[in-house]
């Protein structure tokens, strides 16, 4: 079966099973991912990091839609690292976000803001890109993550 947009996936038959295209669908998501996370840890930019939470977020919807396929222990430890990266880098891109709204609000209203305060945001901003990185590192080399997509239904 051919899918339309972002949905469609060459290597999906409409007789597959769902767990088959579980693994296929969540293997595509997470080599998306690897290659999104190689990208940031290159080059750690506001476009990437920003990319990066995209692919979090798809890999742990796709997750949560075929959660029945896997074993519940292994499941649940890939699922908690992939929420837990999602909230690290939704705090980072939190930042850039307040900052670009500090700065076009003060535009807009012609005021002045201290140059404290966005140093506060920089440093702030720094020690977050410093945890993801830790943390997208750890996730890279996760024995469990990478044996994920190979695990049988219970």
Do not use: W
């Not at 980072?92 to 500090?102: A, F, N, S, T, W």
């Not at 440093?123 to 080399?141: D, G, P, W, Y």
């Amino acid at each position: 079966m051919k899918f339309h947009g972002k949905y469609r996936s060459e290597d999906i038959e409409r007789d597959m099973k769902f767990c088959k295209a579980a693994r296929l669908i969540l293997s595509e998501k997470l080599n998306s991912l690897r290659k999104l996370i190689d990208k940031y840890l290159e080059d750690d930019t506001v476009r990437n990091l920003h990319k990066m939470r995209i692919a979090i977020r798809r890999f742990r919807y796709g997750m949560e839609v075929f959660a029945p396929c896997y074993k519940p222990k292994i499941f649940n430890y890939v699922y908690n690292k992939v929420k837990h990266l999602q909230d690290l880098v939704g705090e980072g891109r939190d930042l850039d976000v307040l900052k670009e709204k500090i700065t076009s609000v003060a535009e807009e209203n012609e005021i002045s803001i201290p140059e404290r305060f966005y140093n506060q945001i920089e440093e702030e901003k720094s020690k977050v890109t410093e945890i993801i990185k830790e943390e997208l590192i750890k996730f890279m080399n996760d024995k469990y993550v990478n044996k994920f997509l190979t695990k049988k239904k219970r």
